[in-house]
């Protein structure tokens, strides 16, 4: 049980459209999901929290107009990325709380040329 | 959030078991200890977690100092896939997580 998906688990775009990430939870439901971003190297930096039926929280630092966070209901949170440029080329990861502990996705590599 | 403490990095002989320290001084009451391991191109995995008692489960064990204030993940007989960075972190329940920048364990076979 506790299993979270992601899709697509890789994308490549262009720079200045804009790119869809789906976070699920397979097996349970999520009230909260959180969004994290990961460049080579370093250590996952949490970019928001995405809360169902209400709007996402975002750490300092992250533009939320950028990145859109919809969590249109318990099993589905969605990160855009808009208008993508190369410095947004990263590993993007989502995780889910259950019981306790949090459960993450396999991530997502956008690529942006 | 209180902060956690460990090496950059360990290396431990395939089969033989492996201690990997964590401080956390500023621990609070209602904190909980968190492991989780990356392995390489992976989103992070549970591994285990505790409050104030021991733990144990398929994965790993989890000893707790008694005043809290550090803990040890112990896997008893290292693999070549257990070569990742482990992470130990204080939460409460259902916040969010801080990474810090973990311990890289790497296996010699």
């Known amino acids: 049980g506790a299993v979270v998906s992601q899709h697509p688990s890789r994308v490549i775009c262009k720079s200045g459209t804009s790119v869809k990430i789906e976070c699920r939870s397979l097996?349970?439901?999520?009230?909260?999901m959180f969004w994290y971003r990961q460049f080579p190297k370093q250590s996952l930096m949490l970019m928001a929290t995405s809360n169902e039926g209400s709007k996402a929280t975002y750490e300092q630092g992250v533009e939320k107009d950028k990145f859109l966070i919809n969590h249109a209901s318990l099993t589905l949170s969605t990160l855009t990325v808009t208008s993508a440029h190369p410095e947004d080329s990263s590993f993007y990861i989502c995780?889910?709380?259950?019981?306790?502990?949090?459960?993450f996705g396999p991530g997502t590599r956008l690529t942006v040329t | 959030d209180a902060k956690t403490t460990q090496p950059n990095s360990m290396e431990s002989n395939e089969e033989e078991p492996v201690h990997l320290p964590c401080n956390h001084s500023t621990i609070s009451g209602t904190d909980y200890i968190h492991w989780y391991r990356q392995l390489p191109s992976q989103g992070p995995e549970y591994v285990i977690h505790?409050?104030?008692s021991n733990v144990n489960n398929r994965m790993a064990s989890l000893a707790i100092a008694e005043d809290r204030k550090s803990s040890t993940l112990i896997l008893h007989r290292a693999t070549l896939r257990d070569a990742a960075v482990y992470y130990c972190?204080?939460?409460?329940?259902?916040?969010?997580?801080?990474f810090g920048k973990g311990t890289r364990l790497h296996i010699l076979p």
């Open positions: 505790g409050l104030t």
């Open positions: 972190i204080l939460i409460e329940q259902d916040d969010k997580i801080i």
């Open positions: 995780s889910a709380s259950y019981r306790v502990a949090q459960y």
């Open positions: 097996d349970f439901q999520a009230t909260t």
